[in-house]
């Protein structure tokens, strides 16, 4: 019971999922076939590289930031999963990444983007995305709580 408080909803929603796939009779169907897609990811990132790209930049998320609270967000939880969809590939492939503040929406919610780097080249990374913080200059969010 004390370990469980020490997690919000969401995080315990992920842990139990991890838990249920990696248990017995899912080890198969999901973890190797999951190391087989990693692999083939990674692998797409190193060519990228390879060909002289020293970072590349994507949204953060396919959308805006939603509102604190947002009551339709917190009744489902896939539309939390597919927030994660641009940042998934760069930690199955082991890559450093950085979010870094970009504007506003129509709005006033924050944009993001991410800056993915070399393995190891991380000072590349902290300079690009200073470059781009700096160019995105000073804005304050809209009170979206």
Same mark, same amino acid.
């Given at each position: 019971k004390t370990r469980a408080a020490g997690f919000g909803k969401e995080? +315990?929603?992920r842990i139990m999922i991890g838990t249920y796939v990696l !248990?017995?009779?899912y080890y198969?169907?999901?973890?190797?076939k999951? +190391?087989?897609?990693?692999t083939l990811i990674k692998r797409d990132f190193e060519l990228a590289f390879e060909a002289g790209v020293d970072a590349i930049l994507t949204p953060i998320t396919p959308s805006s930031a939603f509102?604190?609270?947002?009551?339709e967000l917190a009744a489902d939880p896939v539309k939390m999963y597919q927030q994660d969809v *641009? !940042?998934?590939t760069l930690n199955m492939a082991g890559l450093p990444g950085i979010s870094v #503040? &970009?504007?506003?929406? &129509?709005?006033g919610l924050p944009l993001g983007l991410q800056v993915i780097g070399k393995p190891f080249e991380e000072e590349t990374l902290f300079k690009t995305a200073h470059v781009i913080e700096q160019?995105?200059?000073? *804005?304050? #969010?809209?009170?979206?709580w």
């Amino acid at each position: 019971k004390t370990r469980a408080a020490g997690f919000g909803k969401e995080v +315990q929603r992920r842990i139990m999922i991890g838990t249920y796939v990696l !248990s017995a009779g899912y080890y198969d169907a999901y973890y190797l076939k999951a +190391q087989k897609v990693r692999t083939l990811i990674k692998r797409d990132f190193e060519l990228a590289f390879e060909a002289g790209v020293d970072a590349i930049l994507t949204p953060i998320t396919p959308s805006s930031a939603f509102a604190i609270g947002d009551k339709e967000l917190a009744a489902d939880p896939v539309k939390m999963y597919q927030q994660d969809v *641009f !940042s998934i590939t760069l930690n199955m492939a082991g890559l450093p990444g950085i979010s870094v #503040p &970009a504007g506003l929406d &129509a709005k006033g919610l924050p944009l993001g983007l991410q800056v993915i780097g070399k393995p190891f080249e991380e000072e590349t990374l902290f300079k690009t995305a200073h470059v781009i913080e700096q160019a995105a200059g000073k *804005f304050t #969010p809209a009170k979206w709580w």
